[in-house]
């Protein structure tokens, strides 16, 4: 069973209800994340729903099915670290309710974001190119489900699958073009601007107006020191577009936020589509 699970439910009626099988999630607290026990992610996936994935919807059912053997749901949690720079990708992943950061590490200390996968993508996107080692920093932003497939398998079924082949050379053209866009918006746009954009890119993921974000990550998301985005938070909060504390951020005008961003997130959000 996952160990995060255990950690949560350590004793007492809980811990009992959870080894005779009598409940299906566990809530953790400090983040807010309902973690959906083995059995139950799996009973959901084979019930016929619809896949929280996007590539894997867009795959004919038949297709999707046959995949389904070597899928194997996973919790992934916020701040836990899929790869490194160099690191052999062993699996890949398609977020479901989660979202993954994609940075670039300079100097082993800073670090700078060059892309978001949320329900739209797959992380490790490099195997589908024919490339063994992630060139990336791979970090979860956002606690949430997700599947989990070992690179060989994934390997075999992308050279058999067509549709498969079609939607992830798709996506990885799509995410070269938001890298671009991304790489163009931190040279050129102020930070208030940039914090708008990345925030409403975070909302259209996690499909939810509160989320959970420190200073400390959403300045190596923005490539900025800390107390510059203390001034843009600030600010956005100022105009009434946010509540910041502690890390919890809630948007408060989803229209006003875009109309403070740049034009960069009509340009990514389309691409991400």
């Not at 590490?105 to 800073?110: A, E, F, I």
């Not at 979860?140 to 060989?152: D, E, F, I, P, Y």
């Not at 996690?206 to 200073?215: E, I």
């Not at 938070?233 to 946010?242: E, F, N, P, S």
Request: proline share 3%; hydrophobic share 45%.
């Amino acid at each position: 069973m996952n160990g995060r699970i255990l950690r949560l439910v350590k004793s007492g009626p809980e811990r009992l209800a959870l080894d005779s099988g009598e409940i299906d999630a566990v809530l953790d607290p400090a983040t807010r994340t309902a973690h959906l026990l083995p059995d139950a992610q799996r009973a959901l996936m084979l019930g016929g729903a619809q896949p929280a994935n996007s590539l894997l919807a867009a795959l004919p059912r038949q297709d999707y099915r046959r995949m389904l053997a070597d899928l194997e749901p996973v919790n992934l949690i916020y701040g836990e670290v899929l790869y490194e720079p160099g690191e052999r990708v062993r699996s890949v992943y398609f977020p479901g309710d989660a979202h993954v950061s994609l940075l670039v590490v300079m100097d082993r200390s800073n670090a700078l974001e060059v892309g978001l996968v949320g329900h739209e993508g797959m992380v490790g996107m490099s195997l589908a190119l024919g490339v063994e080692d992630s060139e990336v920093r791979a970090v979860v932003q956002g606690s949430g489900t997700a599947l989990r497939m070992k690179a060989n398998s994934f390997r075999e079924e992308l050279a058999r699958c067509a549709p498969l082949q079609r939607e992830i050379y798709r996506y990885a053209y799509a995410k070269l073009a938001q890298a671009r866009q991304t790489a163009a918006c931190n040279r050129f746009h102020q930070v208030e601007a940039r914090l708008a954009r990345w925030l409403l890119m975070t909302r259209d993921r996690v499909r939810s107006d509160d989320f959970h974000l420190t200073h400390e990550f959403l300045a190596d998301m923005l490539g900025v020191r800390r107390a510059g985005v203390t001034n843009a938070a600030v600010t956005l909060q100022r105009r009434k577009l946010i509540r910041y504390r502690r890390g919890n951020i809630s948007i408060l005008d989803r229209n006003g936020l875009a109309a403070a961003a740049c034009s960069c997130y009509e340009i990514l959000r389309n691409l991400a589509r």
